[in-house]
């Protein structure tokens, strides 16, 4: 090893282990062509023939055939079809949908459908999300989701029943 350049063992190891270099958060906006759910929207940019499909960062709305589900996707269907907005995406998940935080006239879309109650701040291991203090908001005033006794967590539905769309 003596003589390479760091950058280049860098690089190799790199790809030698599979280890995932996240590239900087990219923004661009478009107008928004349908709302699939409480949490899924399809976007066409500038010269994009057909719209792309893009999950709201750091929320978790009910599955369309959960209780909340439908209300979640008319509540986001008022706020943003056929509207322009910027996204500012990290990444795609695992479905190839662009993961971002989407903002409608500077505000971001996802925290407000959150303090409304019509989702959750999306949990990964011991973390709240980044929304905790609106869900609490939205729960202590019992809006949305929140005025059922137990709403119950997409995850947990999703566990105990699947998924509410047809395998392909």
Do not use: K
Not at 75 to 97: A, K, M
């Amino acid at each position: 090893m003596q003589g390479l350049p760091l950058r280049r063992i860098w690089v190799v190891w790199v790809i030698a282990s599979g280890a995932a270099v996240h590239a900087a958060p990219t923004a661009w906006s478009g107008r928004v062509t349908a709302v699939v759910d409480g949490d899924t929207i399809r976007v066409r940019g500038p010269g994009q023939d057909l719209p792309r499909a893009v999950r709201i960062e750091g929320i978790d709305a009910p599955e369309i055939c959960q209780s909340g589900g439908d209300a979640a996707r008319q509540v986001l269907r008022q706020q943003v079809l056929h509207r322009q907005v910027t996204l500012v995406v990290s990444r795609q998940d695992e479905y190839g949908r662009d993961l971002a935080t989407v903002l409608l006239d500077g505000e971001d879309v996802g925290r407000r459908l959150v303090l409304e109650g019509h989702a959750w701040s999306y949990r990964f291991r011991n973390h709240p999300g980044p929304y905790a203090r609106e869900e609490q908001a939205a729960q202590a005033a019992a809006r949305g989701l929140f005025a059922q006794a137990e709403p119950e967590r997409p995850g947990d539905f999703r566990r105990r029943h699947g998924s509410c769309h047809p395998p392909r």
